[in-house]
C-alpha cells in the first residue's frame, strides 16, 4: 500500500488488523514482496469506498460494471485504482477498458481482443485460472494459458500482469495456491516484462495465499462486514 493508513479513524480499525495481517503472512513466509490490499467493493455504497479510501486504501474491486460506473462518477475525485474482478460479458469490455485500471478475469482470446480494441491506454491484466478443474468456473486451464499468453503478449495495450485465481471452497486452498504458484514461475520466461502479480486469496483464506506467493489479495468482507444480498435491478418475473 503506498498512502499512509490512518489508524485512528474507526472505520480503518479492520483495515489496520488487516495491514497487520497482512504483514505477518509475509513476515512468516518471509516474502519480499510487498502485497497489494485489494478492498472488494462489490454491493458497497459509495460513501463506503470513500471512508475506505480516507481510511487509506486506493485500491478497489469492483464485479458488476453499471454498480461501478455509478460509483465512478460519484468518486471521481478520488485518485482511486480501480479492478474489474467479475464475469466479463463481451457486451461490456469496452467499459471494462475505459474505466477500470485493471481486469483480473480475462480467461479467453476473443476477451482479450476486445479489451484491447476499446482501450486508450494501457490496461493491466491477469489471466484467471480454473485451478481446481471445476466444472462450470470461469477460468483457463493450465494446459491452454501457454496459447492464451502467447495471444495476450500480441495485444498492444494489454499489460499482462499475471494469473488470478478462486479455489473451490472445499479445496486445500494451500495446494491450489502453490499451484498457481508454480505456474506464475513456469510461465515467466514467456509472459514479458511486466509479469510480476499473482491475484489470489480473498477474507477467508488470504494469509495462506501470501504464505503461497500472493501479491494481490482481494477482500471484502473483512473490510465491510458481511454482504447484503445485491439489490435487484432491470425486470423481475
Ligand atoms: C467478492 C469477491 C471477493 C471478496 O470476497 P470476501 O470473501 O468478501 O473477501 C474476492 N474476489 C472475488 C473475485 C470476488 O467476487
Redesign the pocket.
Known amino acids: 500500500m503506498g498512502r499512509e493508513l490512518d489508524c485512528r479513524m474507526d472505520y480503518a480499525k479492520r483495515i489496520c488488523a488487516l495491514a497487520a495481517a497482512i504483514e505477518r503472512a509475509r513476515g512468516a513466509a518471509e516474502r519480499t514482496q510487498p502485497v497489494r490490499l485489494l478492498a ?1 467493493s ?1 454491493t458497497r455504497t459509495a460513501a463506503e469506498v470513500q471512508a475506505a479510501y480516507r481510511a487509506g486504501l486506493e485500491d478497489f ?1 469492483e ?1 458488476y460494471v453499471q454498480e461501478a460506473l455509478a460509483k465512478m462518477t460519484a468518486l471521481g475525485d478520488l485518485n482511486v485504482a480501480w479492478h474489474f ?2 464475469a466479463i460479458q463481451s457486451n461490456k469490455t469496452r467499459d471494462i477498458a475505459r474505466h477500470f485500471d485493471w481486469v ?2 480475462v480467461d479467453r482470446s476473443r476477451i482479450a481482443s476486445r479489451l484491447d480494441a476499446a482501450a486508450q491506454r494501457p490496461l493491466n491484466l491477469c489471466i484467471q485460472v480454473n485451478i481446481d478443474a471445476e466444472p462450470n468456473k470461469a477460468g483457463v486451464a493450465p494446459a491452454d494459458l501457454p496459447s492464451l499468453i502467447a495471444h495476450v503478449a500480441t495485444l498492444p495495450r494489454l499489460r499482462l500482469r499475471g494469473l488470478m485465481a ?1 479455489p473451490r471452497p472445499d479445496a486445500n486452498g494451500r495446494a491450489s495456491f502453490r499451484r498457481m504458484r508454480q505456474l506464475f514461475n513456469a510461465l515467466a520466461p514467456h509472459a514479458g516484462p511486466h509479469w510480476d502479480t499473482l491475484s489470489m486469496g ?3 483464506d488470504f494469509e495462506t495465499a501470501i504464505e503461497e506467493g500472493a501479491t494481490i489479495v ?5 473490510i465491510f462486514g458481511p ?1 447484503l444480498p445485491r439489490p435487484k435491478t432491470g425486470c423481475t418475473p
Open positions: 472488494v462489490k474491486g464485479n474482478i467479475g483480473h478475469t478462486i480473498m477474507s477467508a482481494r477482500i471484502g468482507t473483512a454482504r
